[in-house]
């Protein structure tokens, strides 16, 4: 195999490359499908790879958004007109679906509708789940933050509450990933689906 590197500075590449080259490398990335209500009751449902837990109690989420032609997408202005989401966890069933609500749709359009998505109703939140949704997590807004000298905002979210089907669910109280079947995103139009899980013992 040949080790040699190549050292490549971003801000030599045009934008598009520089992109391109960051979610190649930063991979597999989980996906956050968030579902999202604005004042007027619009719903809305969008996947974001931008997407991670970020800390332990109180449990913590965020998504990253970037803009559209200039305007925030649907998903931040529902996030900051009603201050709550909702992360769908995308499995290899819903792939299909999650894959056609990340389309351009218009405000007005209800993406659940387009993807024939059942809704489920939330408990502590107004945005509904994905009811086939393996795992859902309704989140309230802690902070919206501009992500300095970009067009991306994150939204950091507090887990309220988990849905989750009960049959994933381990005695030892943590989701079986190989059940779960999870969609990662990788770049361009590739995802990956979950490979082989080892273990290891973490050093004293
Ligand atoms: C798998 C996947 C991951 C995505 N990740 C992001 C992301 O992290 N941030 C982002 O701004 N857009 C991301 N997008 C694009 C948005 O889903 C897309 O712009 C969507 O239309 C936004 O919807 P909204 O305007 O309803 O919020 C992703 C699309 C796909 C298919």
Redesign the pocket.
Known sequence: MNHEMISIVPTDLDPRDAYRLLISAVVPRP?GW?S?QGADGSL????????NAVSNMPLTVM????Q?RGQP????RNAQETGEFVINIVDEDLAAA??I?????AYDVN?FDRAGLATAPSIDVKPPRVAAAPIALECKVTQIIPVQDTT?TMILGRVLRFHIRSSLLRPNGAIDATLLRPVA?LSGDE?ATLGRVFEMKRPA
């Open positions: 996906i968030a999202t809305n449902i969008a996947p974001f790879s931008f997407f998504i990253s958004v970037g559209r997408k649907d998903t931040l999650m894959n609500t990340s389309g351009e749709w993406e991306y995103r995802y």
